[in-house]
């Protein structure tokens, strides 16, 4: 079993910048793709970012040139860089991992490890 806890969430003015993190423990050596996903109030949870066990990457059209995704594996911790936040990107995010070396988005729900979620509020 894997566990995942994520950090780094909160209130942020438009134009600012959030680091989410999310750190693995348990059966990490079972991971291997990684990402983040996110769901605003009364909408869909959608993937925001991952990286598949083939070392590729995707980003949601809404956020590509403003959030990074990145993995530090000494540490057991990937990271979401959010920069020039938008209203629109209020949500819970939640990090996930699993087994599959596809993309997050390839594999069922049930199939992936969750964390908790964090909560990141853009407003002024």
């Known amino acids: 079993q894997v566990q995942l806890v994520e950090s780094g969430g909160g209130l942020v003015q438009p134009g600012g910048s959030l680091r989410l993190s999310c750190v693995a423990s348990?059966?990490?050596?079972?991971?291997?793709?990684m990402g983040w996903y996110r769901q605003a109030l009364g909408k869909q949870r959608e993937l925001v970012a991952d990286?598949?066990?083939?070392?590729?990457?995707y980003y949601v059209d809404s956020v590509k040139g403003r959030f990074t995704i990145s993995r530090d594996n000494a540490k057991n911790t990937w990271y979401l860089q959010m920069n020039s936040l938008k209203p629109e990107d209020t949500a819970v995010y939640y990090c996930?991992?699993?087994?599959?070396?596809?993309?997050?988005?390839?594999?069922?729900?049930?199939?992936?490890?969750w964390g908790s979620g964090t909560q990141v509020t853009v407003s002024s």
């Open positions: 996930a991992a699993a087994p599959s070396r596809y993309g997050l988005g390839s594999i069922p729900s049930r199939d992936a490890y």
């Open positions: 348990g059966s990490i050596f079972s991971i291997n793709a």
């Open positions: 990286i598949t066990g083939y070392g590729t990457f």
